[in-house]
């Protein structure tokens, strides 16, 4: 069976955060609860040239939901056996079975398991499977007017935009091999060379 | 972080203490030969069944605390599932063994003050029960040994956890020999400049360990893995007091000993309990920074 999976493409997001914005929307998601999170990336400085200040700086954004990893360290790590993988990659939290540890949490290097205070239990992206089942595309990806998300069977992906699965500040993708793919942006390895900050931590 | 995970503090402090006195003095006492001792003619209760009875009460009292970790405790019954791929099911799975363990070889002893005058039996017992302690003790490194946070996958956590065992272990069972040296069948077995040796070494042990592997701070310490993760100004300070509590522990133990003095029990007890109290207090300053550096790879 065919996995699922994600395509970003970094040079075209605005980050307007429509996706973030429709995921919430979409599952009816609490105050600070994003299972789609728009990062936004910044750096650069001031540089002089010839006693000349010019401003050289870049920016970008990254949106990730939960990449329903070939190699889910979520689910390799709670306890309860609460977090299982469909056939079709998709990888879910059995609400009657997590007992709200937040042992996942710790683990997951993208963020994507997010604690529900009110209901004292995690939760994460499902890839909008009732969508999906339904033939429609998952909520963040109907709505991005950029263009930017797209989503499909990740072999396809991989071999229409490449097998790219990590830009600043995403970790290297060998680790839970999250099923997605990244158009990076230009200044993506310039961000990687000089650290840039990731500017709204605040936000998400 | 920090602040939301005391129970994980207590709970991780209770499971090492249990671990470190189990291992350092029920263990050689089941060998020693003199646990053969009748208690019943005594008249007392065996140190061996205070020993399992206090590990026992300290495991219950660590597992209760764990669940004020838990969004959804009623649900804990499910904790250990997981146990073909989570560390921290196995962890709960030989928290549960250790516990039933020493829970019933207490009440063996209980009931059946007599049996502990058959060693084999008794042995095998008390080393199955060892095991399962050190099997706990295991799994709780591997909890946090996680691939994906390096600030915890590195020597400092396996090094501190076992510090932890052995120092609050030692102090602590010293604390019940000295108590109950004169209660118990049997007298100060093991010898309590034993526990003061134990003590003594994982006094100086952690003070290496606070110094060199502290993550962030310590001199060889494991380095942030993002930007995210700056060493807050707090930590330089706490590494600071956890040094002097752990120099102070040593001191106390090094100039009193241990109950060395019988002539004195009142003040060995004093600066045994002062021992242990500053042991504690290091510990779980250590702990406390132990969550506050949690920083993963990613974001
Ligand atoms: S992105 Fe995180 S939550 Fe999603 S499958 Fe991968 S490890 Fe699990
Ligand atoms: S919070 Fe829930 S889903 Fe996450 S590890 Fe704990 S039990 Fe599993």
Redesign the interface.
């Known amino acids: 069976m065919s996995r699922l999976g994600f395509f970003f493409d970094a040079s075209a997001c605005s980050g307007c955060k429509a996706c973030q914005a429709a995921c919430k929307d979409k599952n009816g998601l609490e105050v600070g609860v994003l299972w789609r999170?728009v990062?936004e990336v910044q750096g650069g400085a001031w540089r002089n040239e010839g006693g000349l200040w010019r401003p050289d700086v870049f920016a970008y954004n990254v949106s990730?939901a939960c990449n329903h990893c070939e190699l889910p360290?979520c689910?390799?790590?709670?306890?309860?056996?609460?977090i299982e993988q469909r056939e079709d990659g998709i990888v879910t939290i059995d609400r009657?079975?997590?007992?709200?540890?937040?042992?996942c949490e710790?683990?997951?290097?993208?963020?994507a398991l997010q604690?529900d205070e009110p209901?004292?239990?995690?939760t994460k992206c499902d890839f909008c499977a009732d969508e999906i089942e339904a033939g429609r595309p998952p909520a963040c990806v109907a709505a991005c007017p950029m263009r930017a998300l797209d989503f499909g069977d990740i072999e396809e992906l991989r071999a229409r935009h490449g097998a790219t699965a990590a830009i600043f500040?995403?970790?290297?993708p060998d680790?839970?091999k999250p099923a997605l793919v990244i158009k990076p942006h230009r200044d993506a390895a310039r961000a990687e060379a000089e650290?840039a900050?990731?500017a709204n931590?605040e936000e998400i | 972080m920090a602040r939301r995970e005391w129970p994980l503090v207590v709970f991780t402090l209770l499971g090492q203490t249990a671990v470190g006195a189990f291992g350092l003095t029920a263990v050689p006492l089941a060998f020693s030969g003199r646990s053969a001792a009748g208690a019943a003619e005594a008249g007392g209760p065996s140190l061996m069944f205070v020993l399992c009875a206090g590990v026992a009460a300290l495991l219950a009292v660590a597992a209760v605390i764990s669940f004020l970790?838990?969004?959804?405790?009623w649900?804990?019954f499910?904790?250990?599932?997981?146990i073909k791929?989570?560390?921290?099911?196995r962890e709960?799975f030989c928290l549960i063994a250790f516990l039933f363990l020493a829970a019933g070889l207490a009440a063996w002893l209980w009931l059946r003050p007599e049996s502990a005058a058959r060693p084999g039996p008794l042995r095998a017992a008390v080393v199955a029960a060892g095991l399962s302690g050190l099997a706990f003790l295991y799994s709780m490194v591997r909890?946090y040994m996680?691939?994906?946070?390096p600030v915890w996958r590195n020597i400092h956590t396996p090094a501190s956890f076992l510090v932890s065992a052995l120092l609050l272990g030692s102090l602590g069972s010293a604390l019940v020999l000295s108590g109950l040296a004169d209660r118990t069948a049997q007298g100060g077995v093991p010898s309590a400049r034993y526990q003061a040796s134990v003590a003594l070494i994982a006094a100086a042990a952690g003070l290496a360990v606070t110094i060199f592997l502290t993550p962030l701070a310590g001199v060889f310490g494991a380095r942030a893995a993002?930007?995210?993760a700056r060493p807050g100004k707090g930590i330089v300070p706490l590494i600071a007091v956890r040094t002097l509590l752990l120099a102070g522990v040593g001191a106390c133990v090094l100039i009193h000993g241990i109950g060395a003095n019988p002539s004195a029990p009142m003040k060995a007890r004093l600066f045994l309990w002062t021992a242990l109290a500053g042991a504690l207090a290091a510990a779980g300053v250590g702990r406390w920074l132990f969550y506050a550096v949690?920083d993963?790879?990613?974001?």
Do not use: K, Q
Request: net charge positive; aromatic share 12%.
């Open positions: 999170r990062y990730i360290i689910r390799n790590v709670c306890p309860t056996a609460a009657a079975r997590c007992i709200g540890c937040r042992y710790w683990a997951c290097p993208y963020g604690f209901a004292n239990r995690m500040p995403l970790p290297a680790v839970t650290g900050e990731v931590w | 970790h838990l969004g959804r405790p649900l804990a499910h904790a250990a599932d997981n791929r989570s560390w921290l099911s709960i909890v996680l691939e994906t946070v993002t930007l995210r949690y993963r790879i990613g974001v």
